[in-house]
T-cell receptor
């Protein structure tokens, strides 16, 4: 299995531009998570999906952030307009459910997208 | 709500020495506990996890962790550290039912030769 795939790996953009981060979860996994990692705040959960449906987006910083999961094999995190304080590493993780819904299953992380907003 | 404290931001050990990374959690119900490792520029890789049963859990790369409910701790150990173990280590706690993982701030491990 290729693992969780994220693209791009690095993104440099200017303030005010739209940024789209992409994630392909592990095949067969039906939960997907978006995290942000910064020095100041550590790893924060932004949003997660179960079966392509957003379940909890309470971690999304503000309306400039949006996430979609149009199908089981693809998700996007969009920032519009971007600001310098959005600079961070954004991770996508996926998890498979072994039958009953459970928090015990492991989340598998992608390599991350390093976003720099100038 | 659950929380995790990793009291050591940096730890330096000599190659071949033993290692213990501390993790304390706060959660009112049965916790599900994880240790992840992150090498520079990489994503997080699961080292081990604890759900129930034997409180001493074995993981990959020779790591183990012990769950101590009375101390609300889940410390990570390795008897002999290798230079390749230099990385950042994260402890995380999950709710008994639910998707949310809450991560500690991480501990950066440096290995000196």
């Amino acid at each position: 299995d290729a693992g969780v795939i994220q693209s791009p790996r690095h993104e440099v953009t200017e303030m005010g531009q739209e940024v789209t981060l992409r994630c392909k979860p592990i095949s067969g996994h039906n939960s997907l998570f978006w995290y942000r990692q910064t020095m100041m705040r550590g790893l924060e959960l932004l949003i997660y999906f179960n079966n392509n449906v957003p379940i909890d987006d309470s971690g999304m910083p503000e309306d400039r952030f949006s996430a979609k999961m149009p199908n089981a094999s693809f998700s996007t995190l969009k920032i519009q307009p971007s600001e310098p304080r959005d600079s961070a590493v954004y991770f996508c993780a996926s998890r498979g459910l072994a039958g009953e819904y459970s928090g015990t299953d492991t989340q598998y992380f992608g390599p991350g997208t390093r976003l720099t907003v100038l | 709500a659950q929380s995790v404290t990793q009291p050591d931001i940096h730890i330096t050990v000599s190659e071949g020495a033993s290692l213990e990374l501390r993790c304390n959690y706060s959660y009112g119900a049965t916790p599900y506990l994880f240790w992840y490792v992150q090498s520079p520029g990489q994503g997080l890789q699961l080292l081990l996890k604890y759900f129930s049963g034997d409180t001493l859990v074995q993981g990959i790369k020779g790591f183990e962790a012990e769950f101590k409910r009375s101390q609300s701790s889940f410390n990570l150990r390795k008897p002999s550290v290798h230079w390749s173990d230099a990385a950042e280590y994260f402890c995380a706690v999950g709710a008994s039912r639910g998707n949310k993982l809450v991560f500690g701030a991480g501990t950066i491990l440096r290995v000196k030769s």
